[in-house]
């Protein structure tokens, strides 16, 4: 039980899916959430607080294993998918005697029509064209409603000509109910092959095959801009931004481990990171103190700073320290940065960093380690981009671009650590916006 209050502390504020597993190591819940952190920690919290049935679950559960996400969405599809592919005993599909709910694609069916139904208790529901269980209805619908940004189909059952209603918003084209009563066959064939390989896309990332999907995407564009059909080309164009901005590849959903990149030792993440870093930081032996800054700032008003410290890989929230900034109306982020590290070096009881980590780019590094320069303060300094989710590291000659695998353990442990800034900063933020507007509330009231 220690080990896993452990895991549980160094969860990080960000959308995933948890799995508690027994004695046995058998999953016995599968769950999402939009905070990892919070959400696993409500289980564990006083007997009194929760209720009877989350008492019974906690007291099976053994061990945890997590994997974190880019989006929201993202947790509901692999949440389904380990649901079905564990059936853990404590998951609750239905709250009553009905069958769970499935996204419907019929088979073998010229222009299948996407429904969302309660498969027969019967069928087998681990078939290629019944995609869940979910929760409830509602999240089936929020998922088909969000794909449809990029994949248009259609969930008009009757084809009798007239176009849908999503075709007029062109969430639907080509229309299924318009192309069966085509009376051009030749046109019919090839608006049928348009629709089809609309939902084999959508099949694809409903089964996991995002990547699959994106490449498809970019392929077909590819060909229409070689034939100069450059606005069919910008449309797919537009669907493949829509695509990539709902499912962020950083983090595959659909490529559960069962040793998460939060389970990896910490140790692991560190030696990971040092390999990385060792050859532009050729003193540096060791990752024992990291401490990541992070501005956050409305306009100038209510700025304030965070530190945030990882011991050995793993975050130390009694070393967290906030920064009030004052006077910033017409401070840039790069002073309010430079005043921050300013403030911190003056405590010299506080541990010395082996590394320093800047939630931007070359300005902040930069002006970073113009500071320390000038006190003749020597530690490795980097930033991480949040753009590209790339390392920007200070050189001799002026600034190198580190790019390394997302799935490398070490930028991993760079983005919790810089998430984790982020979230302490905005934190605070918003606790001193609150209190700056309470006044002018009460006058309106």
């Known amino acids: ?262 389970e990896r030792a910490p140790a692991e993440q560190t030696q990971s990171l040092l390999g990385v870093l060792k050859p532009f930081f050729p003193m540096l032996v060791s990752l024992t103190r990291i401490e990541c800054y992070d501005i956050s700032t409305m306009q100038g008003t209510s700025s304030v700073g965070s530190m945030v410290v990882f011991l050995d890989g793993i975050p130390n929230t009694d070393q967290y320290r906030k920064f009030k900034m004052k006077g910033t109306e017409k401070m840039p982020d790069t002073a309010m940065m430079e005043e921050m590290i300013r403030r911190r070096f003056h405590h010299a009881e506080w541990d010395f960093p082996t590394l320093i980590v800047v939630d931007g780019g070359k300005a902040q590094v930069a002006c970073i380690h113009t500071l320390l320069q000038s006190k003749k303060i020597f530690v490795p300094i980097i930033g991480l981009s949040k753009r590209f989710e790339q390392i920007v590291i200070q050189t001799k000659d002026g600034f190198h671009i580190e790019t390394i695998p997302f799935s490398s353990h070490g930028l991993q442990l760079l983005q919790h650590i810089r998430d984790e800034a982020h979230r302490f900063a905005i934190s605070y933020h918003k606790k001193l916006r609150k209190r700056a507007f309470a006044p002018h509330i009460r006058d309106l009231v």
């Open 1 to 262: 039980m220690d080990t896993l209050q452990k895991t549980i502390k160094t969860l990080p504020h960000s959308p995933g899916v948890y799995l508690f597993k027994d004695i046995n190591d058998t999953v016995i819940y599968v769950g999402k959430a939009r905070d990892l952190y919070k959400r696993v920690h409500h289980y564990f919290l006083e007997s009194s607080r929760v209720l009877p049935k989350t008492q019974q679950l906690v007291s099976h559960i053994r061990s945890l294993r997590v994997s974190r996400v880019a989006t929201e969405f993202e947790a509901l599809l692999l949440e389904a998918k380990c649901i079905r592919f564990y059936s853990p005993k404590y998951n609750s599909v239905a709250k009553d005697d009905k069958s769970p709910i499935y996204i419907h694609i019929p088979k073998n069916v010229p222009l299948p029509t996407v429904q969302v139904s309660r498969k027969p208790k019967s069928a087998d529901a681990t078939g290629p064209y019944y995609f869940g269980p979910f929760a409830t209805k509602r999240t089936a619908i929020y998922i088909l409603r969000t794909l449809r940004r990029s994949i248009p189909f259609c969930q008009q059952k009757i084809q009798n000509g007239h176009p849908c209603f999503y075709t007029h918003l062109g969430l639907c084209n080509p229309c299924p109910s318009v192309i069966a009563k085509m009376p051009e066959e030749n046109q019919k064939k090839m608006r049928i092959k348009t629709y089809t390989t609309q939902i084999k896309r959508l099949r694809w990332i409903l089964s996991g095959q995002t990547k699959k999907t994106i490449q498809s995407l970019q392929k077909e564009m590819r060909e229409l801009s070689r034939q100069q059909k450059f606005e069919q080309a910008g449309i797919l164009r537009d669907q493949i931004q829509a695509l990539i901005a709902i499912i962020n590849n950083r983090y595959d959903p659909f490529l559960f481990e069962e040793k998460d990149m939060l």
